[in-house]
């Protein structure tokens, strides 16, 4: 068909409003995964936890101290007991963040669409914080969501005060434990991503990075135990005593581990900056 | 075909470049480049390396400048650099697709993030992609586009927020005959027919000629001429080739006479005229002289001799 016959007319405004860059990045790029069946299962698995924990949770609101001595610290219901249970979601997350999390970035700087994103009205940090929001959401999905979740269970199946009390600054120190550990693994991986221009290779880093420095810590540890610090996830779960109080998970101070996770983070924003370009520039 | 000097000076122009200055490293790219476009067809050109691409990236503020200044519809790109983006539409040459996504998945999800409600963006992405050819492929992935589809693709998420300006970036590399015709019918018919402003950089002559009113000649980073593509202006001087018999030293004697400037060429006489009387004063000669014409053939200039001329001048000025 001719051009002319085609037709054109320009663009006349609904007057709705637009959304937010960042939320128009954010939305599509957590909508993608979830068209996959296999992603949908293994959040669904990483759920499996927090029905054992809620089981957990029942019983010893029902049987009270009897539980305890039946299943020993492993039935904590207390702040540490919900540290532990954020611990036991570590291999979801890993495995979780290098699905959604690896092709973020590397995929739009293989096909040259970062420059397609910033030439459109919108700015580096509107990007980043699109893409962070994706990674952040399914980290919350795995972490925050079924913490919230379990604590308005206990609030429901609890019959006295103390049961509510115990449960009460639950919601908010996991908030804050989780939107700090959560900007560390987020921050981490987009700057691994941005690294790279194949997905594959991306999530390779990660793993290597999250499940080997994990493997090699241990070994290491037997030599010296404050090499424990070299732990990636290790650091992100023992910065939990900051926020939910107890014994240190290793003999490297909880305030020590969190600065080492602001410290990834701050790794993380000094590498988007240099790799966050529409062109590159060699200066 | 001429270039001349253009009369739009940047202070009054739709899109307006001052001093601009680039360089990678220690390697200038960008050197001083001052103009003023009025809202048509341009072409931008310049051999490989010359900083056309690099020229658009600062039209996009994608480059962190020197000096210089950049204004698109009156938004200074520097100080508000989403509201000059608004009003450019950018069809890069290289990449360009969003992977995983439909074609009209990608012309609305740019559509929105070029500042559209969700609903106008995909009932705009539905329109431009029918514009383009595109509406029978539009629910394909876009990864399994061909070269041409791919193009088209790309021409649409740049017209999908419906911008002032369109940047288009080498549009018909990598397509075939037809698909160039088609590429190149729809640029001329966005600027011709629906307003729109754009900027052609390519290294094809060619598609100049059928899309640009206006050229702009880059090499090595400076502008080397900016002028209209059209028709000779009054004053300017035009070229005729004669060929003919009789006495030939009296018909030059006569060209002189006429203020005309005669050179052999081979059996060809050429003479340099003023290009409105040109034709009129040679007739003239030939008949007051007794000199019998067999031709007398204008020697338009083409937009290759221009550019050749242009680029070789530069070339020879860098040697001196």
């Known amino acids: ?64 101290e009897l539980s305890r001595l039946i299943g020993g610290k492993w039935t904590d219901i207390g702040p540490r007991g919900f540290l532990t249970y954020l611990g036991w979601q ?9 699905i959604v999390g690896s092709g973020l970035i590397s995929r739009d700087r293989r096909e040259n669409g970062l420059a397609l994103y910033l030439a459109r009205p919108l700015n580096v940090r509107d990007y980043v914080l699109g893409k962070g929001a994706v990674i952040m959401f399914y980290y919350f999905a795995v972490t925050l969501l079924p913490v919230w979740a379990l604590c308005l269970f206990g609030y429901l199946v609890t019959s006295g005060a103390t049961g509510m009390q115990m449960l009460l600054l639950i919601p908010l120190q996991a908030l804050a434990y989780c939107l700090v550990t959560g900007a560390g693994f987020t921050l981490v991986l987009l700057a691994l991503s941005s690294v790279g221009q194949r997905t594959v290779f991306v999530a390779l880093w990660w793993v290597l990075l999250y499940a080997g420095t994990d493997g090699l810590a241990q070994i290491m540890s037997l030599f010296s135990p404050g090499l424990q610090i070299l732990n990636f996830p290790g650091q992100f779960l023992n910065a939990g005593i900051v926020f939910f109080g107890g014994e240190p998970l290793c003999e490297v101070p909880p305030v020590l581990s969190l600065l080492v996770v602001l410290a990834y983070a701050a790794l993380g924003v000094w590498v988007l900056r240099r790799r966050i370009k529409p062109v590159e520039v060699v200066a | 075909m001429e270039a001349t000097k253009t009369a739009v000076k940047p202070a009054a122009a739709a899109i307006a470049v001052r001093d601009l200055t680039f360089a990678y490293a220690a390697a200038p790219v960008l050197q001083d480049v001052s103009f003023g476009l009025e809202k048509r ?23 962190p400048l020197k000096r210089g200044s950049v204004t698109v519809m009156g938004c200074d790109m520097a100080r508000d650099p989403r509201g000059a983006r608004r009003r450019i539409g950018w069809m890069p040459e290289r990449g360009g697709i969003l992977p995983g996504m ?20 995909l009932q705009r992405a539905h329109e431009v992609l029918n514009y383009v050819g595109l509406a029978d492929e539009r629910y394909r992935e876009a990864d399994t586009y ?15 927020h419906d911008p002032d300006w369109l940047l288009l970036d080498e549009p018909t590399s990598g397509l075939d005959p037809r698909g160039r015709v088609s590429m190149l019918e729809l640029m001329r018919d966005l600027a011709a027919n629906k307003g729109f402003g754009i900027i052609l950089s390519t290294h094809l002559l060619a598609d100049v000629r059928e899309v640009c009113q206006e050229i702009l000649v880059l090499r090595q980073g400076r502008l080397l001429s ?23 030293p009296a018909f030059q004697a006569a060209l002189r006479e006429a203020g005309l400037e005669a050179v052999r060429r081979e059996r060809l006489l050429e003479i340099t005229a003023p290009a409105d009387a040109g034709a009129r004063l040679v007739l003239a000669a ?4 007794g000199f019998a014409l067999r031709r007398l053939q204008p020697r338009r200039e083409t937009l ?4 050749y001329q242009l680029v070789d001048d530069a070339d020879d000025a860098r040697k001196d």
């Open chain 1, 90 to 98: 570590s291999p979801f997350v890993l495995i979780l963040l290098a």
């Open chain 2, 304 to 307: 290759e001799d221009l550019f």
């Open chain 2, 226 to 248: 900016h002028g209209r593509v059209e028709a000779a202006p009054p004053g300017a001087t035009a070229q005729f080739l004669v060929e003919g018999f009789g006495d030939e």
């Open chain 1, 1 to 64: 068909m001719p051009v002319y016959e085609r037709g054109y007319r320009p663009w006349e405004h609904s007057g709705r409003r637009a959304r937010a860059p960042w939320w128009t990045i954010a939305r599509r790029g957590i909508a993608e995964p979830l068209k996959s069946r296999r992603l949908l299962f293994l959040l669904a698995v990483a759920w499996v936890p927090a029905i054992v924990k809620g089981g957990i949770l029942y019983f010893t609101f029902q049987m009270g």
């Open chain 2, 146 to 160: 061909s070269q041409g589809m791919r193009q088209r693709l790309k021409l649409a998420q740049a017209l999908v």
């Open chain 2, 41 to 63: 067809a341009v072409g931008l050109l310049g051999p490989n390396g010359s900083g056309k691409t690099t020229l658009l990236r600062a039209l996009l503020g994608h480059l």
């Open chain 2, 286 to 289: 030939a008949s007051a002289s």
């Open chain 2, 102 to 121: 439909s074609g009209v998945a990608m012309v609305a999800y740019l559509g929105e993030l070029g500042g559209m409600p969700p609903t106008d963006a």
